[in-house]
């Protein structure tokens, strides 16, 4: 979670340090919409699971689990079989072989 200031950091209590970004777990998704975690970049120590279909930000198909791919995408880029904006330049992980 990027912050310029002192914003709460969600399911978090406390004010922490100014200016510093944290690492936290998204609120449970209901159905596929898309959700953000943390990557290595933003200062999670390389603390980050793999991520589950719709989830991101992920950087190579290593980052996702199991037969789930990272897609690429650039500025707000629909994620096949995922609902959502998510954010800006973010990558997600997806299903390419979805159940017919």
């Known amino acids: 979670f ?8 969600p399911g978090c209590s406390g004010t922490g340090s100014s200016g510093k970004d944290y690492c936290y777990a998204s ?8 959700e953000d975690f943390a990557d290595e970049d933003e200062n999670c120590n390389g ?9 991101g930000d ?3 198909n ?11 995408r650039g500025d707000f880029e629909l994620v096949p079989g995922c609902t959502g904006t998510g ?5 997600y992980c997806y299903d390419p072989n979805p159940p017919t």
Not at 2 to 9: L, T
Not at 47 to 55: A, D, E, I, R, W
């Open 27 to 34: 609120a449970p998704c209901d159905g596929d919409c898309l």
């Open 58 to 60: 992920c950087d190579n």
């Open 2 to 9: 990027q912050r310029s200031g002192s914003e709460p950091v």
């Open 62 to 72: 290593d980052d996702c689990e199991g037969d789930l791919e990272c897609f690429q």
């Open 87 to 91: 954010t800006d330049g973010r990558d």
């Open 47 to 55: 603390n980050v699971p793999t991520l589950g279909k719709c989830q």
